[in-house]
């Protein structure tokens, strides 16, 4: 159901205007590759812009420099609208309907739970992060890649394989990188922004949700949750409990994390598998997804109720599951 690279850079090369729809609470791989697309297509003399609807991660903020926009007024001058790092249309929330006035839709991705939504897709699940999709795309047009779409691209390669610990990462991961350094990126910056550049507030949350955590499954697993009082009591935002999760995964003998964060009537799970567990089958059975090693769902009701259900299910992953 993909359609070739030349195709899509046929119709970018064709668009006067693109408007850029990364997928709902914003990560580095979606954001980075968003701003490397878009910074090249307006170097292009086209009118691109990323339509967003959330403020940006704290740590993700740098990458932004006029390119995000939280609204768009006209409707006749999409003549491309592209999404990125979406699986489903479902993930573009309240912009879903601004997304399909496009003339030509486009969607690029490297989840393998994509539903190839728009009407010209290209999806490659072997990709460590989309903005390795968007690297390819970058060279199928001839477009020179500097040192600032190389910082996009980084940053967004960085944050989805974890910073380039996770089974994801490839040889062909390592090579895109080598190729991005050659242009005199500054990676030394994008890692401080990314991971050295904490609030005092996000370290006493940090803490306070790890206190949360419960062990589980004989030491296979566990389970922590940060709350919206948690939120409040430290003047911090959601995303700043980011990284929680790999802190939990990485504790000796677990093979499956998970972390909830308490939203309005329903709660956001991410999971993370060490080895050899695949999380996406467990984020599967609640209308989620994600990659084998991360992935996530939405659970209706109260932490409480969340927690039972994903413990629930986990447990009965771990029972049956092989090796």
Do not use: W
């Amino acid at each position: 159901m993909n359609i070739s690279l030349d195709k899509i850079v046929a119709e970018l090369n064709k668009a006067k205007s693109v408007l850029i729809f990364p997928h709902e609470r914003i990560d580095g791989d979606a954001l980075g590759s968003s701003v490397a697309i878009c910074i090249a297509l307006r170097r292009l003399g086209k009118e691109a812009h990323i339509l967003i609807e959330e403020e940006l991660p704290t740590n993700l903020a740098f990458l932004d420099e006029g390119y995000c926009i939280n609204e768009y007024s006209s409707d006749e001058n999409l003549d491309v609208c592209l999404a990125v790092d979406c699986s489903d249309v479902s993930r573009l929330n309240n912009r879903k309907d601004v997304f399909l006035k496009g003339k030509i839709t486009i969607s690029l991705d490297h989840h393998f739970t994509n539903d190839y939504f728009a009407d010209i897709n290209y999806v490659n699940p072997k990709s460590a992060a989309t903005a390795e999709v968007i690297y390819h795309i970058l060279k199928e047009m001839d477009y020179p890649i500097d040192s600032k779409i190389a910082e996009a691209l980084y940053a967004a390669i960085t944050t989805d394989t974890g910073n380039f610990q996770y089974s994801n990462t490839s040889k062909e991961t390592h090579l895109i990188i080598a190729d991005l350094f050659d242009t005199g990126m500054d990676y030394n910056k994008v890692a401080v922004e990314i991971y050295q550049n904490v609030r005092p507030e996000q370290v006493k949350l940090v803490c306070m949700a790890l206190s949360t955590m419960e062990i589980f499954c004989n030491g296979k697993a566990n389970i922590a949750y940060v709350t919206q009082d948690m939120l409040k009591q430290f003047n911090a935002t959601m995303d700043e409990a980011d990284g929680v999760i790999e802190k939990l995964r990485d504790i000796r003998g677990i093979e499956i994390a998970i972390f909830l964060k308490e939203e309005t009537n329903q709660v956001k799970v991410g999971l993370r598998a060490k080895a050899k567990a695949d999380v996406s089958v467990i984020a599967y059975q609640f209308g989620g997804g994600g990659h084998k090693k991360a992935a996530g769902c939405l659970i209706e009701g109260t932490i409480e109720d969340a927690k039972k259900q994903i413990k629930e299910s986990v447990q009965n992953y771990l029972a049956n599951m092989k090796g």
